[in-house]
């Protein structure tokens, strides 16, 4: 096996290559299209369509404007705050190609619901008529990113490894289930995780070309206009940046490290594009620019259960980032990353310890020689990529900023998604090792045995490397087939499955998306303009149900909270610990605490739906 | 283009899982091209690395054990028929007002989708069961009920994946006066610089001390207190004022034990502050609780040994230091 970070040098992905990144993009986008059909609507996720319906609806006056000669018109504060408003805590990027996608691909008009629409729908719009489903027209966008993520592994695990590394953390990524869960959706989680490794592997190309140090600018500045998480990257890569150029600076005689092309193009592009995308930063800017800062700085504090605790406000448990990791994650992946980390991280380490302990460090196998050829345009030419430091920063620090007792919790593991690329690309690489540790053996022995110097056998080659490629991977992807499609509910054989989750005391449920899977046994059995509660599933999910012919429009949405529930014929609980006094308060309006029907996943209660008795009782507001 | 091409600085590289030139490589660089591995010194065979292959079985049998856990955890889950099976078990042996307990705490929504019919709101809403001779339980996984922990059940019935328990108790506590049940027979008066008489509502239940406030009343009230639901009485208090319940004639016994706690998650959230509740027996102060906002449940017993067997008037008293969002409560009884 090899001994140090910089054993392997890149390589370049060949015109096949492209094409096998390609395939993945393509079958990921694909199997997420076709599992997130039964995948409920998240209360983010509704926000969202709402806000890319909105900013498509400028597009379309912009249109009309330039139509009647009136462009200038579009462009006007009102204009622009007119439809830019909605969600302008959040860039605008990912919306805009969600409202591009639901305008251009679904097949307008829709009948049903016009009260649901954010701006007034023109119904003589046509689209493609690609998709049926207005949820779906709106989710494809995500699934592209992360389908884009799943290749940009292949090639990004080739270039620091080899095939194997890549196609096994293409993989190993998409079947962890929760990322899998988030990329069904038309939320910007994982949509950043890409833009973020996207960004890196440009930093990381940037090191010995020149032309990358532009796209990483232009790249970052899409990263920015896509999640506010982006605003971090920088930092990481000038620490990778000056521990690659660490061994070239010296105070006598002077070389202090230069300011290379892809900061300076990460300086100016970045936010150059991040303000360019985003029509809400054309006026006003200065208040804008506050507005969404000061959201993200001084976010509300949610609840969340860990350990069996309902967390709100700091301080907050700092294990609340590895632990949801440890239970979320299959411990073979884990594994597998701890011993790449093992693997680029033995040099360096047992040198040090070798001081201390009778340790000895591996030999010293530089490719690297010196002088290095390094100029501020290929910063990093002729010296030591540290690609395993690389990794380890990006797979650490979204869990550590998320660990911090200050920080709120507020969504889960969803919230360092962007760290489990590199996770996975830490265990390609351990994998890829371990494939080319056996291969040799395996020469060895022929050689040995008289066979000469040939190839191991093809058969027993392949075989190796399928098993290498599939068994790691099998147990994610069973895992997501099985919870499938409660992903936030689902937690690994480590925690005990969804069930051994509960036992923990882990989240079973958030964003009040459970309510899908019984949409059609509400259609089928609530009687006519039947009053629900819908609990923590907001207007804007309801709404889009009943807009894509999910939930019949009769079906009426009672509101929220106490008053809600009293006035209530039908109400759900979504099975969240601190939403037990949800069940409390139907019991008392109810005068039962008996539940009509209760979707369960391996036995654990999701959401439990009452049905008011007649006569009922009164109810007693304390307030 | 030859595979060697593969490894570094290559344009077009062939489409296999790993390099042979990787291997080839390194099988140069260790001299293997040079020949078989030659025997040790004392004749036995050339060893070979075993680590490499031990490596690679470890990651299969990891793997293979996850997935084989994770089929494991799927396939253990109980069924309807269990649910349904345990649901006719305990109708057929349980008798009405006995309490039915559920394990783990996170699996009562199904327990009362197949056992609700048999129970009453209220025996779902106990502050303990110390009054109960027998208790069911109905568990899976093998999870116990925290009131039944060190108890053994006397009789218990494993249906598939759901088990039923009966726990049978010799010494059941008898309760003389529940505060709780009968708070329709108390005074409630809202003390400061004047002394505020809080007439009974009979339109919803309860005692109200001020139209204009609509919190500061006083009543049976189903409570969350540490995400768990309690049959209490809502007694909020007043910035300056002490919120007094007095029942008239309580016959009392040789403990007057009660719980305290503070309603709704978001209310503990919004506030720190704690709630003193006093205890008088007549105008005798025998008991106080200053209850913390994060405190469970939290019971309370005061010895009232030497008035076992009297009937006296027994008040409660309820004040904070301030009372924003402190929507206390609290049951009582009292005990032979």
């Known amino acids: ?623 | 283009m030859s595979s060697d091409d593969f490894s570094i600085d290559v344009d077009e590289a062939p489409l296999e899982l790993e390099g042979e030139s990787a291997i080839q490589q390194r099988i140069q660089r260790a001299g293997v091209e040079s020949g078989p591995t030659p025997p040790d010194p004392d004749g036995q065979p050339p060893r070979r690395p075993r680590l490499p292959l031990v490596l690679l079985a470890l990651v299969m049998l990891l793997a293979a054990v996850e997935v084989g856990a994770t089929l494991v955890q799927h396939a253990r889950v109980p069924s309807d028929a269990d649910w349904n099976a345990a649901a006719r078990k305990v109708r057929a042996e349980r008798k009405p007002g006995e309490p039915v307990l559920f394990a783990p705490h996170w699996v009562a929504p199904l327990g009362r989708l197949h056992l609700g019919d048999q129970l009453p709101m209220e025996l779902q809403l106990l502050s303990d069961v110390d009054r109960y001779p027998r208790v069911f339980e109905v568990s899976i996984r093998g999870a116990r009920h925290p009131w039944l922990e060190g108890q053994r059940a006397t009789s218990s019935w494993q249906l598939g994946g759901v088990r039923v328990a009966l726990y049978q108790r010799p010494t059941p506590a008898q309760v003389r006066f529940d505060f709780t049940h009968n708070v329709r027979q108390a005074q409630v008066t809202r003390i400061g610089r004047d002394v505020v008489h809080c007439p009974f509502r009979a339109t919803d239940s309860r005692f109200a001390c001020d139209p204009a406030r609509g919190w500061n009343w006083v009543g049976s009230y189903l409570a969350e207190v540490n995400h768990q639901p309690y049959r209490c009485i809502f007694v909020n208090p007043v910035d300056g004022h002490v919120m007094r319940i007095t029942f008239p004639a309580v016959v009392l016994g040789g403990s007057l034990v009660g719980y305290t706690g503070i309603d709704d998650f978001e209310n503990r959230k919004r506030s720190k502050e704690p709630v003193l509740l006093k205890t008088l027996v007549g105008p005798r102060q025998v008991g106080a609780i200053q209850h913390q906002n994060d405190w469970p449940w939290h019971r309370f017993t005061i010895d009232t040994h030497e008035l076992a067997g009297q009937t006296h008037p027994v008040s409660f008293e309820v004040t904070a230091t301030r009372a924003y969002a402190r929507s206390f409560c609290f049951s009582a009884e009292t005990r032979k």
């Open chain 1, 1 to 623: 096996m090899r001994t140090a970070e910089h054993a392997a040098r890149p390589a370049r992905p060949g015109g096949r290559d492209l094409a096998l990144a390609l395939l993945l993009m393509l079958g990921t986008a694909s199997i997420l299209g076709l599992a997130q059909r039964d995948q409920g609507v998240m209360r983010d996720e509704a926000t969202y369509f709402q806000a890319a319906e909105s900013y498509s609806g400028w597009f379309a006056d912009l249109g009309q404007n330039y139509r009647r000669g009136e462009t200038a018109r579009s462009f006007s504060p009102a204009s622009i705050g007119r439809y830019f408003r909605t969600n302008s805590e959040h860039p605008a990027l990912f919306k805009l190609l969600m409202g591009l996608s639901w305008r251009q691909l679904y097949s307008h008009p829709n009948p049903r619901g016009p009260r649901f629409h954010p701006v007034p729908h023109d119904q003589t719009m046509k689209g493609l008529g690609w998709l049926t489903s207005e949820i779906s027209a709106f989710r494809l966008p995500g699934w592209l990113f992360t389908g884009l993520c799943v290749a940009l592994l292949y090639l990004f695990g080739l270039r620091i490894e080899g095939r194997l590394t890549g196609i096994t953390a293409a993989l190993l990524y998409i079947t962890i289930p929760r990322v899998f869960f988030h990329g069904q959706l038309a939320c910007f989680d994982s949509a950043v995780s890409t833009m973020w490794l996207l960004t890196v592997y440009a930093y990381f190309r940037s090191l010995e070309h020149a032309r990358w140090g532009v796209y990483a600018g232009l790249i970052f500045g899409l990263a920015l206009a896509t999640k506010h998480n982006a605003w971090f990257i920088p930092a990481l890569l000038l620490l990778h940046y000056l521990m690659v150029v660490w061994s070239d600076v010296s105070l006598r005689p002077f070389h202090p490290p230069r300011i290379p092309l892809v900061f300076l193009a990460m300086a100016l592009l970045g936010p150059l594009v991040f303000l360019l995308h985003w029509p809400w930063l054309w006026f006003d800017t200065v208040n804008h620019l506050k507005g969404y800062f000061a959201f993200h700085l001084h976010h509300s504090y949610y609840n969340i259960e860990y350990l069996g605790r309902n967390w709100g406000p700091p301080p907050l448990p700092i294990s609340y980032p590895f632990g949801m990791t440890l239970f979320t994650v299959p411990i073979t992946l884990l594994g597998l990353c701890l011993a790449g980390l093992w693997l680029y991280g033995r040099t360096p380490l047992l040198s040090w310890l070798s001081r201390f302990l009778s340790v000895r460090p591996p030999p010293y196998d530089s490719p690297f020689r010196y002088p290095a050829r390094r100029s501020w345009i290929r910063p990093g030419k002729g010296l030591d990529p540290l690609v395993g430091r690389l990794l380890l920063i990006n797979a650490v620090f979204p869990l550590a900023l998320i660990a911090l007792p200050s920080t709120p919790i507020f969504g889960g593991t969803k919230h360092w998604l962007s760290a489990y690329p590199f996770i996975a690309l830490l265990a390609g690489v351990a994998l890829s090792r371990l494939y080319r540790a056996v291969m040799l053996r395996a020469r060895r022995s022929a050689v040995d045995e008289g066979s000469a110097a040939a190839p191991a056998p093809p058969r027993s080659r392949i075989l190796v490397g399928l098993a290498l490629v599939l068994l790691p991977v099998a147990p994610g992807a069973i895992s997501t087939f099985l919870t499938h499609p409660f992903g936030l509910s689902q937690y690994s054989a480590v925690a005990g499955g969804p069930a051994g989750g509960a036992d923990l005391g882990l989240n079973r449920q958030y964003w009040g998306y459970a309510v899908r899977n019984i949409l059609p046994w509400i259609d089928r059995t609530m009687k006519h303009s039947a009053n629900v509660y819908f609990h923590d599933t907001n207007f804007d999910s309801y709404g889009a149900y009943v807009r894509d012919g999910l939930l019949r429009p009769d079906i009426r949405y009672a509101g929220m909270e106490r008053p809600a529930i009293i006035a209530s014929d039908y109400a759900m609980v979504d099975q969240e610990l601190h939403f037990n006094k949800y069940d409390y308060w139907i019991w008392d309006a109810y005068g039962t605490t008996t539940p009509i029907r209760v979707l369960t996943l391996d036995g654990v209660p999701l959401l439990s739906v009452y049905r008011r008795p007649e006569p009922a009782r009164q109810a007693s507001d304390p307030r």
